[in-house]
């Protein structure tokens, strides 16, 4: 990712995400190796993570707690929203390109859209016959593609549904 202001001398530097078994989330600064924050919250294994592609240091966790949360690493990492919705474990979050929504996969039938704007439900997405597993966005953020375990693969007008 872009500039944050922890990295060394405020110089540019790539950091990366690792998300633990015991529901902490670690960010490393790449190139020194060095442990920029510990994240806490979720109260189960984190099953995936993703940046908010616009460079502005939101990360979204998505975790077997049935969770996902919001954290802002240029405010020291501090957790900026839990979104519930879920019944099942989550396992897999996807922020729009242009950033306006986030789309969540659990086990089950349906995605979830949220807005990234309120992190209020925008909707409820139906259509597959088993547990949906995955979720992404075109590099427009005109679609969201899913995919589930009923070996379909749906594409979604993600403003309308």
């Known amino acids: 990712r872009d500039a944050d202001p922890a990295c060394a001398g405020g110089l540019p530097c790539v950091i990366l995400a690792t998300g633990l078994n015991d529901g902490q989330i670690k960010v490393w600064e790449v190139q020194t190796g060095h442990l920029l924050f510990s ?15 616009n460079g502005s240091l939101i990360l979204v966790s998505a975790s ?3 969770t996902l949360r919001v954290w ?6 501090r957790q900026v929203q839990v ?3 879920h019944v099942q474990w989550v396992y897999c979050c996807s922020i729009s390109p242009d950033c306006s929504m986030l ?6 039938k349906s995605a979830l859209l949220w807005s ?12 597959h016959q088993s547990s949906v597993v ?10 969201l593609v899913t995919a ?3 070996a379909c693969v749906i594409m979604w007008d993600p403003y309308t549904g």
């Open 116 to 127: 990234m704007r309120s992190y209020t439900l925008i909707r409820r997405l139906e259509g």
């Open 134 to 143: 995955s979720c992404d966005f075109s590099p427009d953020s005109a679609l």
């Open 39 to 53: 994240l806490v919250g979720h109260q189960d294994v984190v099953r995936d993570l993703s940046f908010a592609p």
């Open 148 to 150: 589930s375990y009923d």
């Open 103 to 108: 789309c969540s996969a659990a086990g089950e």
């Open 72 to 77: 802002d690493l240029s405010r020291d990492g």
């Open 64 to 66: 077997r707690d049935k």
């Open 83 to 85: 979104l519930s919705g």
